[in-house]
């Protein structure tokens, strides 16, 4: 968990560094044309900066949150493995063991009636 949050501050220190690069860029562009706009640029600078913080906001947030998801797995694997741990610990049957003891009464089961339906023929037998 503590790797989430320390990869979340450094995104964020680099995305600082990177939003005041690009401010930067934008007052240099400033500085030399006065509030003009290029000829052949299609938006004033204010919108590319605007549209790159934007860009910029979409890919930290995608970063974070396939952070996120690999650690979501990562505790949840965790986590399972613990359980796992204990449950042998405390000697709990697993589902694989209710299954064989859930067999092995059936075959005694069928096995008493048999035997019961044998003493029946027998005890009506001593009865004659």
Known sequence: MADIIDKAILLGMGLEKRLIGLIDEVV??????EGEVEEGAQLPPRQELENRLAEEGVHLIR?????????????????????????????????DDIEVIQKMAQVAREKVDSLEKKIEKLEKGLDK
Do not use: N, S, Y
Request: aromatic share 6%.
């Open 63 to 95: 970063e974070i949150i396939a952070t996120a998801r690999g650690g979501k797995e990562r505790v949840e694997k965790e986590i399972q493995e613990i359980v796992e741990r204990f449950l042998d610990r405390c000697k709990f049957a697993t589902k």
């Open 28 to 33: 240099e562009e400033g500085r030399g044309k």
